[in-house]
Structures are given as C-alpha cells and as structure tokens.
C-alpha cells in the first residue's frame, strides 16, 4: 500500500471545478499577494494567447495558449484560486 492513487483520482473532482465561470473565482497573486477575482485582472489579448496580470504589482498571474488542438493553461502566478461552486 503505497498511500497514494495516480493522477485519475482527480478526473471528477477537476471536471467540477472547470465547469464553472473561472473569472469569478478568487486569486491571490503569487508576487504580492492581492486577492481578487480573475475577472477584476489585466488581460491582454495581443500574445500568442491571453496573459493576464495583476492589478496591483503588474506581474503575470494567468497565460492561455491555444494551439490546433489543445490548450495550455499557465497558472503559476498564482498561489491559489479559490473557486465556489455555482449556487
Ligand atoms: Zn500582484
């Protein structure tokens, strides 16, 4: 008994999370620390995708890159999102 299962252990509790409006959720930047809803973010549009930054110190929290057929989600500029599910 190893006290762990592979990463297919997360296929529902994710599948709950992404089916929800993410821009409503709550981050906390990982550079200053702001708390905040995605939605409040500084998006920009023209990159190879979206980068969003924070409002307050100006470093990137979020990237989205699109490809022909995948999508790469960068989220390591922030220490946690906090998502509520819908009501
Ligand atoms: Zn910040």
Do not use: S
């Not at 997360?10 to 929800?20: D, H, S, T, W």
């Not at 550079?31 to 930054?53: D, K, Q």
């Amino acid at each position: 008994m190893t006290g762990h299962l592979d990463g297919n252990a997360l296929a529902g509790p994710l599948r709950e999370i992404f089916a929800v409006d993410l821009t409503a959720a709550i981050g906390t930047c990982a550079h200053c620390r702001a708390r905040g809803p995605l939605a409040e973010a500084t998006v920009y549009t023209h990159a190879p995708g979206e980068v969003a930054r924070c409002t307050r110190c100006g470093e990137v929290v979020l990237r989205l890159v699109h490809g022909p057929d995948r999508t790469w989600l960068d989220l390591r500029g922030l220490l946690n999102v906090e998502i509520r599910p819908p009501a």
